[in-house]
Structures are given as C-alpha cells and as structure tokens.
C-alpha cells in the first residue's frame, strides 16, 4: 500500500481542484449529484475494498454501486432523523475549514502571478545540490553584529569558531525541492552562486537569523525533452507553493493587524501540566499529537475549572470552556509532531494562537455568505452523506444482531449474505430518481495503487470520507441512462 501525504504548514491550500467543476455530472439522485472528479477522488484517494481495487470495467461499475448506495442510505435515513442527530461539531468545522480554504482562494492563491523570467532564473539553479554550512541565531543583536563581522571581511570559519565559539559547524546537503521556508530557499536558488558565496541574514519563518555559507554543489543533467518539461513544470509549481506561503503569510498579518492575545499565566500552565501528563504515554515523555488532536480536551481532569479565564483575545475574556467549545469543532493543530514536555507550552500556546486565527477568518469568511456556497456546500454534503449512511448502516446492522467489529472483520461475507439484498431493495425503492451517465463512466480512467490522502496542518486532514464498503454487485440494471447536461 502506497501512502500519499498532502502536506501543508500552518495554513490552508491545496494545488487540486478542491472545488468542483460539476459540469460533467456522473449520477444525479434525487438532489444530490456524483460528478466525475467526486468518482475519481472516492475511488483514489482511500484505500478501496479488494473486490474493486482495479481499474476494470467491471470494478468501477462495483465502485458506482458503491457510491450510489450510500446516497441512497443517506437519503433514505435522513427523514427520519432530526437534524441534531446528524449535525455535530465534525460537519460544522469541516464547512469553515472549507470555507477558509475558498476564502484563501480567492484573497491569496488565486492571484498569484508567475513570470517565465523567474521560472528561468529558478529553473537553472533546480538541479543543483548545495553542500552549506549554516547558522541559525535567535538574537536580533547578535545577528547585527555577524553581519558587520562579515562585511568587514571576517571569514565565515573564523566567525564562527572565534567569535561564537562553536566546536563544529552544522552542514548539510540542499536540493531545490527538499527546502519548505520560502525566504531560504528564494535566497539559495533563484539567482547563481559562487563557492565560499556567504548569503544572510535570511529571516526564517519560525523567526531564526539564517547565515549560509556554499562549500560547493553537484549539478545533474537532464537529458530528454520530455524531462526537461518535467522539470520546469514542477519548478513552477515549486514558486507557485513558496508565494502561497508568502501570500498567505502577509494576509494573515494584516487580519490580525492590531489584536493582542495574551495568556493568563497561572491558569496556562496549570494547564500545560494537567493536560500533558494526560497527553503523554510515551517512556521518553513526549507524545505524537496527530494521534491525540481528535480527543484532545482542556477539561481532561476533574478538578479543572471551566470557567476560569486563560487568555484575552481581542480585548476579549476566554474561560477553558470557551476555548474548549472552540477545539469540539476545530480540533487543535501543533506545529510540531512530536512535542516534548520542555516544549509543550510553547506548542499548546502555538496551537490555541492559531485556533484563534481561524475563527476570525471564519468571521470574514461567513461575512461574505461562503456558508451558502455552492462549491462548499457540496463538499460538506459529500462528507454528511457519508455520516448519515454509516448511521443507516449501523442501524441495520443492529437489526441483524452483527457488531460493527464483526462487519470490519467480515464484511465480505456480510454483504454477499445480508447487504447485497438490502441495496438491492432499496435501489429499486429510489431506481426512478436515479440518473446515470455511463458514457462517461466508460470515459473513467483508475490506477491500481493503493492512496490514502490527507493534509497536514490543518484540523480535518481527510481529503474524502472512506471508501463506502455497501455492496459488491457490477451490475447496473436500475435508473436511467442519460448524458446530463
């Protein structure tokens, strides 16, 4: 099994069409509408069951069924629901992470300009691996003075064994898609450099004063035409992802230009302390926040007070439940995966900060009525509909007295014996309401690779619910076929 990360730093952006072209529309079900994109992605983007894992006809008829039966389940449960049963902080989040990222969309990624004199001056350096020496200094002051040293000519070496007293000198290797901090690697990579060429300061984005010394570098050829293609391409993707973050960065600034945030300092890390000896099962005393950020909560021990205030935000007063009732939809996000308990507060601190960064632009986002969106509101129906067919099948699943453990562990067997029939039943209940495209089912193009897709850095990584694991009929002898306009 291949496992494909999209990852993302502290912000929101993705280089797919996240939004959805609905004009080749694949089934439509009463209001609801599969396109061709949203087959694709269900189909690639989660690990498929083995009785549709290949790219045949008869697979992605399986793959169709599929899709279409937990539409059905959805549609067929939901009436009797109320809409409490089914609206929780998980949709409710997930919305205004999509609403952040179609706000983002079009205030920053979407006007991003890329010249083909900068894509050259890139383009030229991108084969080249550095061999640097580096320092990294926290000290706006002693970052002054190294920078006077050097233009006195002081050689780097000396600088830094003589004056910042240091036994050896960090080295490493660099190529041109491996750097993620714009600023450095803008500075390495967009214009020619020179053996012993020094380049600083360079201010990173977790605030370091970068110094970078180029011992030498290796240059590999391209050959062909078709890699050179290659190569330029995913050049221009590569400064397209620096000025996201660049853009990103300086929109952020100026929505928060003007509003202070601080910690109240007793309460803070009284909680730091009750939360990480939760937190923290590991022998070296750290623990790996995506396995705890879905669960993780203020009020973990009993003796926590919920209404005592932990931070100003915007002139405002924040309780730990406050805070709290912000995490229920919009799970924390570290900035670093393994976080020890030297560092913990700092993260805790970090993370509620971005929290807080998200919810005011939610506030622009929902100013600007993308609550209603279409794009949005299809996506956020893709995952509800997955929710609400789970539901429908647990319920069934209850009434044929088999646990959600035993179908996991056995489900081929419980669909040929019990689903197959129930789909059936319920297809030919809604067959009338039921429209499918088949010419461009034929159209539809797989890969046999196993994907699992999420994206890091942001509350809800799922790209698509999982793949819904219904039925394992091909045929399609129900609806009409029809080319939907």
Avoid at 122 to 151: A, C, G, P, T, V
Avoid at 285 to 303: G, P, Q, T
Avoid at 457 to 481: C, E, H, Q
């Amino acid at each position: 099994m291949l496992l494909l990360f999209y990852i993302l730093l502290s912000f929101i952006y993705s280089l797919d069409n996240s939004f959805d072209n609905q004009s080749q529309i694949l089934v439509k079900v009463k209001d609801r509408i599969i396109t061709k994109n949203d087959f694709i992605k269900r189909s690639e983007y989660a690990i498929r069951p083995s009785y549709c894992k290949s790219d045949n006809n008869i697979h992605k008829k399986i793959i169709l069924n599929s899709l279409i039966s937990e539409k059905i389940m959805a549609i067929d449960i939901e009436d009797n629901l109320l809409s409490s049963d089914y609206s929780n902080n998980f949709i409710d989040g997930f919305k205004e992470q999509k609403m952040r990222e179609f706000l983002l969309r079009e205030e920053v990624y979407n006007l991003i300009q890329i010249d083909s004199l900068t894509i050259q001056s890139h383009y030229d350096n991108s084969m080249k691996e550095y061999n640097i020496e580096f320092i990294s200094l926290d000290n706006d002051s002693l970052s002054q003075s190294i920078e006077e040293l050097l233009s006195e000519g002081v050689d780097f070496s000396n600088i830094c064994y003589n004056y910042l007293n240091l036994k050896t000198i960090p080295r490493r290797y660099i190529n041109y898609f491996d750097e993620h901090d714009p600023d450095i690697h803008n500075a390495i990579f967009s214009e020619n450099k020179y053996k012993n060429q020094v380049i600083g300061p360079i201010l990173s984005k977790d605030k370091k004063y970068i110094y970078i010394k180029i011992i030498d570098w290796t240059d590999n050829t391209l050959i062909t035409n078709e890699d050179k293609y290659n190569q330029w391409d995913s050049v221009k993707r590569k400064i397209y992802e620096n000025k996201c973050i660049k853009g990103y960065d300086l929109y952020v600034l100026n929505v928060m230009n003007g509003i202070g945030l601080e910690f109240l300092k007793e309460p803070f890390w009284k909680l730091v302390d009750q939360t990480f000896n939760q937190l923290s099962q590991e022998k070296n005393n750290e623990f790996n926040y995506e396995r705890v950020s879905a669960e993780f909560n203020l009020l973990i021990e009993s003796d926590i007070d919920p209404d005592e205030d932990l931070l100003v935000f915007n002139n405002k007063l924040y309780t730990i439940s406050d805070i709290q009732l912000l995490i229920n939809q919009h799970p924390l996000v570290f900035r670093k995966e393994n976080i020890g308990i030297q560092d913990y507060g700092l993260q805790l601190k970090y993370a509620i900060a971005d929290l807080l960064r998200d919810q005011r632009l939610n506030a622009i986002a929902y100013n600007r009525e993308y609550d209603i969106n279409p794009s949005i509101l299809k996506e956020v129906q893709i995952f509800k509909d997955a929710i609400l067919s789970n539901f429908h099948l647990k319920t069934y699943l209850n009434g044929k007295n088999i646990s959600l453990d035993n179908f996991n562990s056995n489900y081929l067997n419980i669909i040929d014996n019990n689903l197959n029939d129930y789909i059936e039943s319920l297809i030919s209940k809604y067959s009338s309401d039921i429209f499918i495209n088949l010419n461009l089912l034929d159209e539809i193009q797989l890969t046999r690779i196993d994907l699992y897709t999420y994206r890091k850095g942001v509350p809800y990584p799922f790209i698509v619910p999982n793949f819904p694991v219904l039925t394992s009929k091909y045929k399609i002898d129900y609806g009409i076929d029809v080319n939907i306009p």
